[in-house]
């Protein structure tokens, strides 16, 4: 059985809930407020198991504090896709999506990513307490061009709501079965980004699953 091993940074603003929607992915769990504030990175693996291959995702977690934004080539180094997250209610996470994006361009050129408007249980229309959303959809929507970025998900940690469905994308977009809309992995340098765990030859054609 093939193992494929997958670096993925998860960045945005402090606050926003990359630590909380990483638990709920990974652990399909939810802290409330107990989520200590990362210092620098911490990390967390997602293992998926295919038919004919397993997936790991190693997740780099940020802290995310306004002074880490400039980081280090090294956080950067062989990441295969990048997930930037931000809060739905907090319009200075939003405007700060442009910085962020910017960092990750200049660090690896066009790679998948994925944005996360966070805490969407806070703006829910069912929500017995419903706040305001700081960016509306169709601005959300445009996102996709203006940014240059794969995809764009409400999300919430707190809930479950889109965790799984956003990661299916991710999970797709690193095995090759979609091709994203920027940073194709086989015009790239996917297969240096892509850690083949055993000796069975990698695919050749990104446009394709490597695990069936
Ligand atoms: N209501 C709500 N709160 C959330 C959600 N995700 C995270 N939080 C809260 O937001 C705060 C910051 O979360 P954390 O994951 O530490 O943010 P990080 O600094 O981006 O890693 C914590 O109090 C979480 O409980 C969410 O989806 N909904
Ligand atoms: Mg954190």
Redesign the pocket.
């Known amino acids: 059985m093939t193992e494929y091993l997958y670096k993925v940074i998860v960045i945005?603003n402090?606050?926003?809930?990359?630590?909380?929607?990483l638990d709920r992915y990974v652990n399909n769990n939810f802290s409330?407020?107990n989520?200590k504030r990362?210092l620098a990175v911490d990390y967390q693996l997602k293992v998926v198991q295919r038919k004919r291959c397993t997936l790991r995702m190693q997740f780099w977690?940020i802290a995310?504090q306004e002074h880490t934004k400039v980081l280090t080539r090294n956080y950067y180094n062989s990441a295969s896709a990048c997930i930037i997250?931000f809060d739905i209610t907090n319009k200075k996470t939003y405007d700060d999506l442009k910085e962020w994006k910017a960092e990750v361009d200049n660090k690896l050129g066009q790679i998948p990513t994925l944005i996360l408007a966070?805490?969407?249980?806070?703006v829910d229309k069912y929500s017995t307490d419903p706040r305001e959303q700081c960016v509306d959809d169709m601005e959300l929507e445009n996102l996709k061009s203006t940014l240059n970025v794969t995809e764009v998900f409400h999300v919430?940690?707190?809930t479950g709501y889109q965790v799984n469905h956003s990661m299916e994308l991710l999970e797709q977009i690193l095995m090759g079965v979609t091709i994203p809309r920027c940073g194709a992995p086989a015009e790239t340098s996917q297969d240096d980004r892509q850690i083949k765990v055993d000796n069975v030859s990698a695919p050749s054609n990104s446009s394709k699953s490597c695990c069936g």
């Open positions: 945005g402090h606050n926003v809930g990359k630590t909380a929607f409330g407020n989520y990362t977690d995310g997250v966070n805490k969407h249980d806070l919430s940690a707190k």
